[in-house]
């Protein structure tokens, strides 16, 4: 009686068997979702974006399925170069401040009380709450000449006149910093948590005043946090137009900005997919070599 | 100048805010003085006050109120990185993101020796605590025991006047914390540093140190040799968490300086023994009993022994016994539901049942005067 119900169902206990104890199964099920996900939404699209950027635009601003290596040639004219470069600089110009001001912050929180802590990441993750667009409008509001920091600076008598940051490379800076500001504090607190208090008393016990310890104990132990936060931060900096579109003005172009415009104005799309494949390209192998260099603050994991 | 002593506590206190808006009083009062060389271990269960009093020495704590003085110098607040002291902690806090050449050498660095000396204090220090060519790992790929080491290299190689030691061996398997307990005891015969330990095990303490202070709630209730706080403990909690007794209780009739006579409670009958600590008659105290200092006889005579004279002599009926090889551990009942525990050493080798004591014999017990404590109660 027991064979014949054993083998009455073989293929549906072979596959539960399967299931149970073959690891290969087991984890391509478990990435299935994520893998989906992926091919739909990035990996067909980036391709689609790579062969778009082989072919021509029509006189309408349709595309024309003809082979057309020029949109990559057009890039090397000296103006893209110049956004290009500029690109650049606003990026590391962002991740350096974003760094700067980020880790006293982080530095504070890691410190804090946990009452305290639990506060202030509360407060660091409530501007997520409201629209990115709108809370950058908001800067448009605090900045425009007039505005609520110049209303502020004269009440005070610190400035005469207005400042007139608005639409210039400062603002965009200020815009771009305020955004990316928690990318680089969360990392850097987390890996400042880790530091234990022990390795502080230690360094000072063998004769190390604060600052010393904080430079050979304290600051090498954040690494990992310093450069997950700037890969979080640089990257998405580097395709960045929103924040330059609405506080740069027409003065301040950024790579974004150009590709923005080819979709959307110029309706060059094989041009615009050129130039992110270009700014891909470069963020790329500048995260490579920098994470070649550093690592990708994996140790944050452990 | 030296002075006499390494370090000295004068009626020390410490008082910790707690969350709730309350104080909590880790170190209540405590004085005592190490001397130069000594091998000094504070022992007491969690709490008691023993690790706030060595952070205290190593400036990782203020005194609330009194001086920590060392070698001489009252150190009021004194950061620990100008102390001349250095600390082994109990979870080794190594520098995880240096080289364990670089952990032995960063407090060497710190006093801004020349590289040529550094390479050479570093080198012997890793060759006394055995881990010679192990300078290039990382801390992480050692054992316990070597990252142990480690840390006891890392603040030896300072030549500090008092080394604070908190706990080290506490994450050690037992086997590998036995061997540190001689090694830690001969190094410190070697270098002639005067060693602070902080322990809760009694037998580490035991084993290593020439003085021990027994701490409870924040105070030093005895500061003595081994010998001295377990053969003489001075109050109940010493004599309780120092190896094992059986405590009996009752009222003092009789003191004189050396002698106490007590009226055990609900045995009705007087036991004799040697006063310890405050002592007064019609007080309520505590006797002290090691198991092992109390005598046993078979009630019908069939293992006659020396009992001297009927002093101190109870009577009882044995409970249960335990066969533990070097000794049998009979657990007995003196009536009114009182037991007592009694180490009977097993000096005679024989598979003779009747040699043992078993379960329902009524036995004679003498516990000599000299073995019988009388010990205030605790008034914590």
């Known amino acids: ?15 539960v068997r399967t299931l149970r104890e073959n690891r290969v199964v087991q984890g391509l099920l478990l990435i299935a979702p994520a893998d989906i996900y992926l091919v739909l939404l990035v990996v067909l699209p980036l391709l689609l ?45 962002t991740t350096v401040l974003c760094l700067l001001i980020g880790y006293p912050v982080a530095y504070y929180l890691a410190r804090a009380s946990a009452r305290t802590r639990s506060l202030l990441l509360f407060l660091i993750l409530l501007p997520f709450w409201t629209n990115f667009i709108i809370r950058i409008y908001a800067w448009m509001m605090i900045l425009r000449s007039g505005g609520f920091l110049d209303s502020i600076l004269m009440g005070l008598h610190i400035t005469k006149g207005p400042l007139n940051i608005l639409y210039t490379p400062t603002a965009v800076m200020i815009g771009m910093v305020y955004e ?77 900005n150009v590709i923005q415009n080819q979709f959307l104005t110029a309706r060059d799309w094989p041009f615009g997919a050129a130039a992110s494949m270009v700014l891909m390209l470069l963020t790329m192998v500048f995260t490579l070599y920098y994470t070649r260099k550093a690592g990708f603050g994996e140790e944050l994991l452990i | 100048m030296k002075s006499d002593f390494a370090v000295e506590f004068h009626n020390v206190t410490k008082i910790f805010p707690t969350p709730e808006g309350s104080t909590v009083t880790a170190v209540d009062h405590v004085s005592l003085e190490i001397k130069h060389g000594e091998f000094f271990s504070f022992l007491g269960p ?25 070698n001489g110098k009252e150190m009021g607040h004194t950061p620990p990185y ?40 570093v ?47 506490g994450a050690l398997d037992l086997k590998l914390r036995k061997e540190m307990q001689l090694e830690l005891k001969a190094l ?74 007590v009226l055990l409670n609900s045995l009705n009958q007087e036991i004799s023994g040697i006063p310890q600590g405050e002592l007064l008659v019609g007080k309520a105290v505590a006797v002290s009993i090691r198991p092992e200092k109390v005598r046993l006889a078979d009630d019908d005579g069939k293992e ?59 036995v004679r017990i003498f516990i000599p005067v000299e073995n019988t404590l009388v010990l205030p109660e605790d008034v914590l």
Request: with cysteine.
């Open chain 2, 46 to 70: 969690s709490g008691c006050g023993k690790t706030t009093s060595l952070r205290m020495m190593a400036g990782f704590e203020w005194p609330t109120s009194g001086e920590v003085i060392i």
């Open chain 2, 188 to 261: 410190q015969e070697q270098v002639g540093i005067t060693f602070i330990y902080v322990t809760h095990d009694q037998e580490e303490a035991l084993t290593m140190s020439n003085r021990i202070a027994v701490m409870s709630k924040g105070k030093a209730l005895q500061i003595g040799g081994a010998v001295e706080i377990y053969e003489r403990p001075n109050c109940r909690f010493v004599a309780d968490f120092i190896g094992e007794t059986n405590f009996l209780t009752g009222v003092i009739k009789t003191l004189t300086r050396d002698r106490v006579t």
């Open chain 1, 1 to 15: 009686m027991t064979s014949a119900q054993e083998s009455g169902r073989p293929a549906k206990q072979s596959l």
């Open chain 1, 49 to 93: 974006v790579a062969g778009l950027s082989f072919l021509s635009r029509g006189e309408y601003g349709q595309i024309v399925f003809k082979f057309n290596p020029g949109n990559y040639a057009r890039l090397f004219d000296a103006i893209y170069g110049k956004i290009m470069m500029f690109s650049i600089g606003v990026g590391v110009g």
């Open chain 1, 180 to 256: 990316f500001l928690p990318f680089m504090v969360l990392p850097l607190y987390t890996s400042l948590e880790k530091v234990e208090n022990s390795l502080l008393e230690a360094a000072a016990d063998l004769g190390a005043p604060p600052w010393r310890a904080f430079l050979r104990v304290t600051l090498p132990l954040s690494v990992p946090g310093m450069i997950a936060g700037t890969i979080l931060t640089f990257i998405p900096a580097m395709g960045m137009f929103v924040v330059s579109n609405l506080l740069g003005g027409a003065k301040t172009i950024l790579i974004g």
């Open chain 2, 123 to 169: 080198g012997e220090a890793l060759e006394m605590v055995k881990l010679g060519s192990m300078g290039r790992r990382k801390p992480k790929q050692l054992s316990g025991g070597q990252q142990q080491r480690i840390a006891l290299a890392r603040a030896l190689v300072k030549r500090p006047e008092v080394l604070l030691l908190d706990e080290p061996l």
């Open chain 2, 304 to 362: 006659v022994r020396d009992l001297r004279g009927t002093e101190n002599l109870l009577s009882g009926k044995v409970v249960t016994t335990a066969y533990i090889g070097s000794d049998t551990r009979v657990v007995l009942d003196l009536g009114a539901s009182l037991r007592m525990r009694a180490w009977e050493q097993n000096s005679i080798s024989t598979l003779d049942p009747n040699a043992y004591y078993s379960a329902g014999d009524a």
């Open chain 2, 82 to 121: 100008q102390r001349p002291v250095n600390t082994v902690f109990q979870s080794y806090a190594l520098f995880q993101h240096m080289t364990v050449f670089q952990n032995i050498a960063f407090g060497l660095e710190m006093e801004k020796v020349p590289k040529v000396e550094i390479n050479r204090r």
